[in-house]
């Protein structure tokens, strides 16, 4: 029987393109329809409807083109690839799982390894990448919290900042090196991860969500107001830079040793501290990803994933919700103490306004984009959330725009991640086959 032909409702098409396109003009309107103009008379009001106008156009064609390409393919489309037999023919069911997960992270690790040797002469480039590894580490740190113990922070940005600022005071105050202050940062974060955790011991879901914002916002209060120690708003400058086994990366040093170029004998250039700096934070996010995929097939860590999905049989199985908590916070935070710690070493200056709720935000929509238990998908995420936006900054005002629709997109399309798929931390074998036993 021959098909019938494609003939699309032209009228009922365009009828929904245009409601999309008034939809798009309204939301446009207060945000892209007014603008403030400094002049010499003060700040004046300029009114430019031509944008509101290219929004709607650009809704109303990409709905329209949208639409005519899903009733001509959609069908079609889905009813071809939607039989389960097509694939096992294309991707093998164990290369899908398994393999291609470790290609891929390997591929990504040599990548990472290789780029100051292919980017050299780009300082810039560099510096971002070092910028998108401090949120990568953050959001395998988070994951812990979040991922495996199914326990939604909203204040992690705090262990940030506690690790950022014991740094701060521990180099500029006792004189001690980086390697010396970062593992007092980090047990330093943990303890406070150690104090949030006892208070929301009894609460799950939005109530704790509600108190570990509350606890990310004391922090950063603290912070401000505690000026005798913190420095308040003006925050602490002239932070400590690290070094590379007691060689500074300096034309000359400080105490009059040794340099890192006149040891091995190179010239100086200032590309060898963000180089330096640059595999720093990547071994640290290595760190962090290794003792995350090894700690998940220990006892705690199937302990964190009992509770995450089912705390009242957590507790039938004779586990203790109120220990695996606490473990969880505390070295979740302590990943985040060390990321602090390498931030404040790299910008030289902190201040409160580094520790905003913002950041608390962004790290959890990496974990939440990226999928949920996914070290992968967090390096993904944080590409994109992270890395999109510094290098599209030429947008200015329409770079949180498009940041914005980006997670909107995303959450539409992938709800549950960009990479959801989650190995098990244990696994049956396959069963014997009657004879063969």
């Not at 925050?235 to 007691?246: A, C, E, K, T, V």
């Not at 935070?333 to 790299?346: E, K, L, Q």
């Amino acid at each position: 029987m021959k098909a019938a032909a494609f003939r699309p409702n032209y009228a009922a098409l365009a009828g929904e393109a245009g409601v999309a396109a008034l939809v798009a003009a309204l939301l446009a309107f207060p945000l892209l329809g007014f603008r403030l103009d400094a002049s010499a008379r003060g700040l004046a009001l300029d009114v430019r409807l031509i944008w509101v106008v290219y929004a709607a156009v650009a809704v109303f064609a990409g709905r329209l083109f949208f639409a005519l390409v899903v009733q001509h393919y959609g069908v079609r489309f889905v009813a071809s690839f939607s039989r389960a037999d097509l694939l096992p023919r294309y991707i093998p069911a164990r290369l899908t799982h398994y393999a291609s997960r470790y290609h891929v992270g390997a591929a990504m690790m040599a990548f990472a390894i290789m780029l100051p040797w292919f980017g050299f002469s780009d300082r810039n480039l560099i510096d971002k990448m070092t910028l998108i590894l401090i949120y990568v580490m953050l959001g395998w740190g988070l994951n812990i919290v979040v991922g495996l113990a199914g326990l939604l922070d909203l204040g992690y940005v705090a262990f940030y900042a506690v690790g950022a600022y014991s740094y701060a005071l521990l180099s500029s105050t006792f004189g001690l090196s980086f390697w010396a202050c970062l593992p007092l940062a980090g047990l330093l974060a943990g303890a406070a991860g150690l104090a949030l955790g006892f208070p929301v011991l009894r609460l799950r879901g939005d109530y704790l969500a509600i108190v570990t914002l509350g606890f990310g916002e004391i922090v950063r209060e603290v912070i401000i107001n505690w000026q005798v120690v913190t420095g308040g708003p003006n925050g602490l400058s002239g932070i400590q830079r690290p070094s590379f086994f007691g060689l500074e990366l300096l034309p000359v040093a400080s105490d009059g040793g040794t340099t890192f170029a006149d040891f091995f004998g190179i010239a100086f250039s200032p590309d060898q501290r963000i180089i330096f700096l640059y595999y720093l934070i990547l071994a640290l996010a290595l760190f962090t990803n290794l003792f995350t995929l090894r700690i998940r097939k220990l006892p705690i860590g199937r302990a964190w994933e009992a509770l995450r999905e089912d705390e009242i049989a957590c507790r039938s199985l004779g586990l203790n919700p109120t220990m695996i908590k606490l473990s969880a916070f505390a070295i979740g935070a302590s990943f985040a103490g060390f990321a602090g710690s390498f931030f404040a070493t790299r910008q030289g200056f902190i201040s409160p306004e580094s520790f905003t709720f913002i950041e608390s935000a962004i790290i959890l929509s990496i974990v939440v984009l990226g999928g949920m238990g996914s070290q992968i998908g967090i390096v993904l995420a944080a590409l994109l959330l992270v890395g999109l936006p510094e290098w599209f900054r030429d947008l200015a005002e329409f770079r949180m725009v498009a940041f914005g629709a980006a997670m909107v997109l995303i959450m539409v399309w992938r709800p549950q991640g960009l990479l959801s798929h989650r190995d098990p931390t244990l696994q049956l074998g396959k069963p014997v086959a009657e004879g063969k036993a």
